[in-house]
């Protein structure tokens, strides 16, 4: 998993999609708060969302909010899986040990 390593990167990803900042803007953009939890993020992830969305504050959200959504289906995913599983069944072996011997009758009569 490729993750954007720097501000400059992510900068320049920003740019590509919304256009050219000024050098103050650019200044700004690479002091911005949410700027650094944003590189924790893989960057197809956040251009996914750069698309739609200019605000660093914003995109961040929204990466955040996916997490959320997925880290609850994995959950909830586990926690159905569980309540499905009844006990387990004894193998043949469990089961002869339990009851002994059974008889095969023929019903061919």
Do not use: C
């Amino acid at each position: 998993m490729s993750i954007v390593t720097t501000p400059h990167k992510l900068l320049t990803m920003w740019q590509e999609e919304h256009g050219p900042l000024s050098p103050e803007l650019q200044a700004r953009f690479l002091r911005h708060p949410a700027l650094r939890q944003l590189l924790r993020y893989p960057p197809w992830r956040i251009r996914k969302v750069l698309e739609r969305e200019p605000k660093l504050d914003r995109i961040l959200d929204v990466l955040v909010a996916e997490d959320t959504v997925r880290r609850a289906a994995r959950t909830e995913k586990g926690r159905d899986v569980g309540q499905r599983a009844g006990p387990r069944r004894p193998n043949d072996s469990d089961l002869h040990r339990r009851i002994g011997r059974t008889m095969k009758h023929d019903d061919d009569t």
